[in-house]
């Protein structure tokens, strides 16, 4: 019976991708992946497995990640199976599947690298029995969906029961989920001192040893909770990393291996979570064999996704538009952050709404995780706020000591750009939900009209 | 004015750093004193006027009640002076007697008031709106806990969303100048008139910092919440 759900699944899925492809519609969606799994509930693993499934998990950064691995490995000519989109729950996982198979159950493709939700590993996982699992990060999420890092972990635990053959790729300075019980031995990576100081964050999901329950202190922080850090009544320290960035420099990272021997790999970008992403994939890639020097080859290839973020340089003001998550305040506050280090003139439009939601006054809860703090700043000449939140918002800038006069705020998300004052003004920054891509460019776009 | 924060390494959880936040506004010449579960309180030897404890991890719990337990006397009796405690989130669950975890297991609580908390396989998600002592309530509570037994005297009387427990028609517990909710977030910031209370009850100056964009905020949430068409019961989801 299993086996005839199977069938009717794949045939019923592939039919209704092919179509959709020759029609020229949009193929690539957790809907299409949905459609198989309705028929057949474990359509994944059922389907045939290419040379190797890498899952990417973890709070933040999973996109970004996924995509650049995804990128290298087809650098190396290999044909890759990957939900780009940032879809990560069990349809956009059963997509990969589905993509990578023909309707006689033949895999296709080489690799499977799925961009896969945390929260949800503990029904996915046991299902798709990943051969590496990659964790970023854990820290709190939304509140409604993985609201604290001990819920998080709850669940990956359970997940890896499911999936005891799988490599576990684990970053050794998130005192979260580096502490993972995988009952493995596990592949980590970690980041040296980046000389960002210890700055302080009002999330503070790491404050107490889950050893002895004392006060840990941290040898040095790079963002966030990310960082090195040991007990001073226990001695529970960071694990030691098999795979270590000893040196950061603007175009390049020296990773230092457990024998160890160091290698040069070029990066995209030098922010700090670009470092980590980097450090993680070259683990990754050299875990499963590849050689450094087909891996820096296969980075300078690869780029970060356009969804994420696009930029134009106009004659005199550059604008860039960013995705940065929702109801999120660890990945809010490393945008605002990031703006905080910056030196010139800044006018920044927020439409951070969740927008997909009908019949629901969203929460705002996080907008109190969040350092709008980080905002307020000399160089930080405007903030326009925009959407149904937008007065909740405007009270947090107001508290978080940003001067009244910078900041402007309206209902409608479109309406941002008129509030606008170009004068003087270096960098524009859009930064909205991840399901506001269509509306960004749109004012991305008017935007470059008016700067070009 | 002193505002003592208990625990602030346990418990920092769904933004209710916020409240300290609009408080310190609002009194900018408080002294703000923070308490992590290793040390001696501060009220333990000195009279404050504010007493904070934010939402913390589960597991975190028994160390906070284990903590807390230590200066019952003295804390028991600061709250029979009339100082304003806040307890919000699951630090609800110290002051009752115990905790029954989901698995079977009960853990000893401080027992201040004749309830008991349940952790039950269903979250609950619920924007919850209500009235204290004439003054309209919002707020959203996240929780996998119901509280059982007397909850009283209760702090809100619901209009929408989920009390005390799926059956209950309150919210949490209001007893001299103690307040204890499970409401999370932002509840006095997102609450001025609330905020205006406490301030008075603080003998304090109730003009609010950024009063005129709280209330417009405030007014504008109060809408969206007294609509009929809302549904205050958001997802349920299993852990």
Known sequence: MSKLRFAAGLVAGRLAMNTFRILGKDAESDRMGYLPVKICPDFIAHAARPKAVIAVTGTNGKTSLTNFIADMLEASGASVSCNRWAGNYMGAQAWCFLNSVNVLNRSKKDYIVMETDEGDSVLTYPLSKPDYILINNISRDSIFKNPNPDFIMKR???????????????????????????????????????????????????????????????????????????????????????????????DHIDVREKDGSVYRYPIITSDVYNVYNTVEAVALLRTMGFEPERIAEYISKAKLPVDREERHQGRHIEVINRSVKNSNGAAASAQFESLH?????????????????????ETITWLYDADFEFLNKDNIKQIIIGGERHLDYNLRCLLAGIDKNRISHCLLAEDTVKYLNYEGIDKIYIFHDIYAVELSHKLYEQIIERID | MVIEVLYPELGSLYGEYGNLLYLTKCCPKAEVIRTNHKSRPYFADNDVDVILASSMLERFQPAAAEALRLYLNRFRELIEKGTVVLFTGNTVDLLGEYILREEGTREEMLGLFPYHTEIRDKRINSLLLGSFEGIKVIGYKAQNAQLFGKIQPPFIKLDGGCGNNRDDGNEGIHYRNLFATYMTGPLLPQNPLLMKYILRLLGHDDTLAFEEDAMVAYENSLREYEDPALSHDLIWHNV
């Open chain 1, 156 to 250: 990956l635990e359970k997940a890896m029961e499911g999936t005891p053959d799988s490599t576990l790729i684990l970053n050794a300075d998130d005192p979260v989920s580096c502490f993972l019980k995988t009952n493995r031995k596990n592949v980590y990576f970690a980041v040296k001192d980046l000389g960002n100081g210890n700055p302080d964050r009002i999330i503070k999901d790491f404050s107490v040893c889950p050893r002895c329950g004392g006060i840990p202190q941290y040898l040095y922080k790079n963002y966030g909770n990310i960082g090195k850090f040991v007990c001073p009544d226990c001695g529970l320290t960071s694990p030691e990393p098999d795979y270590f960035a000893e040196k950061v420099a603007d």
């Open chain 1, 341 to 361: 280090n910056m030196k010139e003139n800044i006018a920044l439009i927020m439409i951070m709404d969740e927008i997909t939601t009908s019949n629901r006054v």
